[in-house]
T-cell receptor, first 109, second 112 residues
Framework: LAKTTQPISMDSYEGQEVNITCSHNNIATNDYITWYQQFPSQGPRFIIQGYKTKVTNEVASLFIPADRKSSTLSLPRVSLSDTAVYYCLVATNAGKSTFGDGTTLTVKP | DTAVSQTPKYLVTQMGNDKSIKCEQNLGHDTMYWYKQDSKKFLKIMFSYNNKELIINETVPNRFSPKSPDKAHLNLHINSLELGDSAVYFC???????????FGAGTRLSVL
């Protein structure tokens, strides 16, 4: 199972763009990169998934370099409600994925 | 319409008791999971199960057992509860071969 490394915490201010990077040096050829968001007292919620290059949806963008050994979740213009823990997962299928320690993002007014 | 629902939301019990947590999903998924999240917020997978295979995390004590009456349900039975079992337990589901999991709201278990 590919191990992931993320910063433990990050602070930002409302309206700023936030980039959270995840390292996954031993990612396998068939592994996908998936990001989840977790609010207090809730279960994790899927944000975005990618395999290579760039993926964008209505919530975030995911940048993956050619070697795929890292990925960056980009949240545009964060608000207070984006304060949460963000997890990066790397796996071929969900049953074999392992949640890392996550990054606690705190958005300040 | 809750996609993945767990009951109860809170469970307080004494050491040594046996308890169950129920999970149901209405997404038509064929794979379900149980996770444990401890006080440090680390999420650890306990089981993944579909109609073909039960994968057990080797660190899970055999006091924990998943029971699946059908594809839409995966209940978690815990025997002889211990203080260290106190945590939040999350159920999740996905389509086999897909990497996206949908989580329930969690069950906060407190063992006294």
């Amino acid at each position: 199972l590919a191990k992931t490394t993320q910063p433990i915490s990050m602070d930002s201010y409302e309206g700023q763009e936030v980039n959270i990077t995840c390292s996954h040096n031993n990612i396998a050829t068939n592994d996908y990169i998936t990001w989840y968001q977790q609010f207090p007292s809730q279960g994790p919620r899927f944000i975005i998934q990618g395999y290579k290059t760039k993926v964008t949806n209505e919530v975030a963008s995911l940048f993956i370099p050619a070697d795929r050994k890292s990925s960056t979740l980009s949240l545009p213009r964060v608000s207070l409600s984006d304060t949460a823990v963000y997890y990066c997962l790397v796996a071929t299928n969900a049953g074999k994925s392992t949640f890392g320690d996550g990054t606690t993002l705190t958005v300040k007014p | 319409d809750t996609a993945v629902s767990q009951t109860p939301k809170y469970l307080v019990t004494q050491m040594g008791n046996d308890k169950s947590i129920k999970c149901e999903q209405n997404l038509g998924h064929d794979t379900m999971y149980w996770y444990k999240q401890d006080s440090k917020k680390f999420l650890k997978i306990m089981f993944s199960y579909n109609n073909k295979e039960l994968i057990i995390n080797e660190t899970v004590p055999n006091r924990f057992s998943p029971k699946s009456p059908d594809k839409a349900h995966l209940n978690l039975h815990i025997n002889s509860l211990e203080l260290g079992d106190s945590a939040v337990y999350f159920c999740a589901s996905s389509l086999e071969g897909k990497n996206i999991q949908y989580f329930g709201a969690g069950t906060r278990l407190s063992v006294l």
